[in-house]
């Protein structure tokens, strides 16, 4: 069989997949090992991209509030509801909300009909999210969003910086490499308020304070210069220092200070001070710790300060490099996909917008930027945006203050939303769903975190009346009378349009350009190999600002405030290695659910003992917003007075861990984005009278109506992990007809229940008050057996249970236990040890750094 070269789905490290369809709707997927990006290697996502591939709880149809309809009504619908809206209220009255998982092709034309067609610059992107900071910061530092570090700078730095960026669990290809180069003698530096197992496999690990980076860094910065580090010579010739620059950072920035104001001991502060003055070759990674922040823009530029007052930067293995997390984040920037750019990396001043008009022949252009994702759905509550178009992503769970997104979705007159999932916590607000065409289904082209563009390409036939993005905005934007200008066929044509325009009257002055690529004909799309666009920017020492100079921004600290009374915590809030966003794909893998099950919130043992809260019972989150269930998670890593919890889980999957509703709508004044990683909190502890499980061997028709329900794929099947407070005989009614056994232990309050359905294990409910649960695994296994094992109520196989413990390496399915048995057993020294003898960490290698912690763990126990 053929393979056929694509890009993972995920994230924005953009690894080469080699794909081999195996049969209907199955794929084999390996590393491209030509691809640059990763050079074959995959991480526990990407391998395991293949479970995802099936039609479960696809959008097949196009759907009018709950009635199936063609693709005909529900076109011309959008186009007269968004005609009408702009007819009656003006061109600013509706708006598009799309996603950097949109394709460039998509992003493209949907920029083109709302900027250059419907004359509003409304289209704002979950981009806004997640890189508006490191955007708006690359502007004022060098003139355009230019990221000027590719991954090969990671293969030739000493001195690797990581911020506010769990890259282990991220982008771990990324990871990867970084590690290949610590081993061949680079040091490693992670800054983050966690000790994740990014900062655990780290030489330095600083735990700051959150919102302390911009002292971290004017901190370094002075120091840097004390000790003469600061390159006089590129600064010359380079960069416009403001005259008052230097006075900003010398003035309160001192070790002593500075390590006061991060809360870390000044002798590890000193150690980076130290090494960052020393070591030239420094790559500086930057994410979501840094972008998310109220100061995000601020935080971006001090570290873009120390690189360039340093001079490192357009030099191999010296760089700043914001890794952006989608997969074609950068792309969106690309084709100006937030309301703050136009397009092509142009803005909104008189010639650009004469230009893309001239471009486009288009009948209007955007005067002005757009609403930015958070005024955007401020402004849908308020009832000034009448029209809304949400394109591949999922608001409701995703925007900060996300229970008032809710509000708004629902107020708005018209909602349409295109997406490949039938029932996600957005679509449930919709008018219209129009369905996506999903990974694997479509071609495009993806630009990763280093520039590098790739093809995505179809492996599947699209599914039922599915469609890609592109086709169905453009059909939007033909029905709305533009006729010619959505005259699109097929991929390759946009994207000659959208390298045309890169270079359209582009005397250099603007980076970002695709020169000789608008030629290629439909055979040179299809065979088109990965390429990264812009050699070594800013290797010549000019910038594309008006006079060729970078800029040293003046930044300075907030105050970070006080506790507040009733919400005396902070909350943070981020990803696990295992998941993406909204579960929506990985929530099909049961592999890839066996990492983290339940939604966490991680709490300091001291506040744990304050607030009497015990590992593995429930709390309660609440912020000003509102509020959310969690299982508790009592660790070492979270620092005191903080609170770390996961953005993936939806109305769908569980009655907690619904993040978005918490964090304040409060953003950066620059970017726009919102500062999700630092919220005023309060958690409290949630007693329940029962715990209990539900193993079905099909999808629940609905959530279990109790306090704690969350749900996970399992092989053959579905889990749900319970507890309440009501009467747990209620469960019952999920169970499915057919041959029942049960077990009560009155004593115990415990209650377990089997269905079988011709001797095949259909469904089982264990419920207890005071006693103990099997462990879920061997049932689990009896819903793939024909027959099911006449133990079933005992939860386990005749003779010793067998516990693996918790699931660490997913690839060969080992567990904890297993594990550490191994390393007992066989004395397995290292992480390689453990590997040969068992193989975990040999494949993805996404374990490796928890397998390096259970090793220190064990050598820790055994001394
Ligand atoms: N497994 C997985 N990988 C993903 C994704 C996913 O959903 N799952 N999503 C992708 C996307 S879209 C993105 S944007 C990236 C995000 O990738 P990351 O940015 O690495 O991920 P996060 O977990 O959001 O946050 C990173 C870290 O910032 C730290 N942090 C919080 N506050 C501060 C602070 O004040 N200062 C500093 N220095 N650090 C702080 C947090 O403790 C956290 O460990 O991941 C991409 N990759
Ligand atoms: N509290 C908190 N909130 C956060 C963050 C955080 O760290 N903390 N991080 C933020 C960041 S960085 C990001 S990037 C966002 C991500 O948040 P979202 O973008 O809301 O999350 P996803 O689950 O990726 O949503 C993508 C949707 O698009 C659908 N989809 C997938 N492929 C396609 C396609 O090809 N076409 C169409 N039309 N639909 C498709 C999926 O089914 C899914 O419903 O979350 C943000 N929200
Ligand atoms: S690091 Fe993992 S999730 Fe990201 S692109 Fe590569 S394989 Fe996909
Ligand atoms: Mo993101």
Same mark, same amino acid.
């Given at each position: ?34 691809? &640059? ?11 395991? =991209? ?114 506010? $960026? ?26 983050? &308020? ?42 010359? +010739? $380079? ?106 990396? @142009? ?21 002005? &930027? ?39 979705? +629902? ?6 939303? $295109? ?42 036939? =699209? ?38 325009? $890169? ?108 607030? @009497? ?86 999808? +629940? ?96 196989? &005749? ?65």
């Amino acid at each position: 069989m053929a393979s056929i070269n694509t890009t993972c789905a995920y994230c924005g490290v953009g690894c080469g997949i080699r794909a081999t369809v195996t049969g209907a709707r199955q794929v084999r997927i390996e590393g491209d090992p030509d691809h &640059p990006a990763n050079r074959g290697r995959l991480c526990s996502k990407g391998t395991h =991209l293949g479970e995802t591939v099936g039609l479960e709880g696809r959008l097949l149809h196009p759907m009018i509030g709950r009635r199936r309809a063609s693709w005909d009504k529900a076109l011309d619908l959008v186009a007269r509801r968004f005609r009408d809206t702009i007819a009656q209220h003006g061109p600013d009255s509706v708006a598009f909300y799309v996603s950097g998982q949109l394709l460039t092709e998509d992003y493209y034309v949907a920029n083109k009909l709302m900027k250059g067609f419907i004359g509003s610059a409304n289209i704002d992107t979950n981009s806004r999210l997640c890189m508006a900071s490191a955007v708006a910061g690359h502007n004022r530092a060098f003139g355009e969003d230019v990221v000027p570090a590719t991954y090969d700078d990671i293969d030739a730095a000493d001195l690797i910086v990581l911020v506010g $960026s769990n890259t282990a669990w991220c982008h771990p290809i990324v990871y990867q490499r970084i590690r290949a180069r610590c081993d061949a003698g680079a040091k490693l530096v992670v800054i983050d &308020p966690r000790r994740t197992e990014t900062a655990e496999q780290a030489d330095l690990h600083l735990a700051i304070r959150p919102g302390s980076d911009v002292a971290l860094m004017n901190g370094a910065l002075a120091w840097v210069r004390a000790a003469g580090a600061v390159d006089e010579e590129f600064l010359a +010739a $380079s960069v416009a220092v403001p005259a008052d620059f230097w006075a900003t950072v010398e003035e309160g920035y001192d070790l002593w200070s500075v390590a006061k104001t991060c809360d870390v001991a000044p002798a590890d502060l000193r150690r980076f001070y130290e090494w960052f003055a020393a070591i030239p070759r420094t790559v500086t990674l930057f994410s979501q710790g840094i972008n998310q922040s109220t100061a995000g823009t601020d935080q971006v530029n001090a570290i873009l300060n120390l690189h360039l007052a340093t001079g490192r930067i357009g030099k191999p293995g010296a760089a700043p490099f914001s890794i952006t997390g989608q997969p074609n984040a950068m792309g969106g920037r690309e084709v100006g996909g937030l309301a703050s750019t136009l397009a092509a990396h @142009m803005d909104f001043a008189p010639d650009n917008r004469a230009r893309v008009q001239r471009f486009w022949a288009a009948p209007a252009i955007a005067a002005k &930027p757009g609403l930015k994702a958070v005024d955007l759905f401020r402004e849908l509550g308020q009832g000034r945006i009448k029209a809304l178009w949400i394109m591949a992503t999922n608001p409701a769970v995703s925007m900060p203050d996300a229970g008032s997104v809710r509000d708004a979705l +629902a107020a708005c007159p018209f909602v349409v939303v $295109s997406d490949v999932i039938a029932e996600t916590d957005t679509s449930a607000h919709a008018h219209v769903r129009l369905p996506a065409a999903a990974w694997g289904e479509k071609d495009g082209t993806v630009t990763n975190s280093d520039r590098t563009i790739s093809r995505q390409r179809a492996l599947f036939p =699209l599914p039922g009346e599915a469609k890609p993005d592109w086709w169905i905005v453009k059909e939007v934007g033909r029905r709305m009378g533009w006729a010619t200008a959505f005259a699109y066929d097929r991929p390759a044509e946009i994207w000659r349009e959208h390298c045309r325009l $890169s270079t359209y009257e582009n005397d250099g002055r603007r980076l970002f350009a695709l020169p000789g690529r608008s030629s290629g004909g439909n055979a040179d799309y299809d065979a088109m190999q990965p390429f990264r666009w812009g050699d070594a920017p800013f290797a010549d020492g000019r910038f594309p600002t008006p006079d060729g100079r970078a800029r040293l921004v003046p930044v300075a600290q907030k105050a970070i405030p006080a506790p507040l009374r009733d919400w005396p915590m902070t909350l943070n809030t981020g990803r696990y290695r295992d998941h993406w966003h909204t579960m929506t794909r990985t929530g099909l893998a049961p592999k890839l659910a066996r990492h983290r099950e339940e939604p966490l919130v991680e709490v300091n043992p001291d506040d744990a003992a304050r607030l @009497m809260l015990s590992d593995g019972s429930l709390a309660r989150v609440g912020t000003p917003q509102g509020e959310s269930l969690y299982r508790v998670s009592v660790v070492a890593s979270q620092r005191p007075g903080e609170l770390f919890v996961p953005i993936h889980w939806t109305d769908r999957t569980a009655t907690g861990g619904r993040t978005g509703r918490l964090p304040r709508p409060l953003t950066d004044p620059y970017s726009g984005q919102p500062g999700f990683k630092a919220s005023p909190v309060r958690i409290a502890p949630v007693a329940t009278r029962w715990r209990g499980f539900l193993i079905l061997g099909h999808e +629940a028709a609905r959530r279990p109506d109790c306090l704690w329900a969350t749900r996970i794929a399992v092989p053959a099947g579905t889990l749900w992990e319970l507890a309440g407070d009501g009467d747990a005989a209620a469960l019952d009614r999920l169970l499915p007809a057919g041959e029942r056994i049960e077990a009560v232990d009155a004593a115990r309050g415990t209650r377990r229940v089997a269905i079988l359905s011709g001797g095949r294990l259909a469904a089982a409910l264990f419920v207890t008050e005071t006693g103990q649960l099997p462990t879920r695994d061997w049932l689990i296994a009896q819903l793939s057996e024909p027959q099911a094992a006449p133990t079933l109520l005992a939860g386990r196989a &005749p003779g010793a249970a067998v516990d693996r413990g918790a699931i660490l390496c997913i690839c060969f399915d080992l567990g904890v236990k297993t594990i550490l048995a191994a390393i007992r057993d066989r004395q397995l020294a290292d992480v390689a040890a453990i590997g040969a003898a068992i193989g975990a960490g040999t494949n993805c290698g996404s374990c490796r750094p928890a397998l390096a912690r259970l090793l220190a763990e064990e050598t820790i126990h055994a001394a």
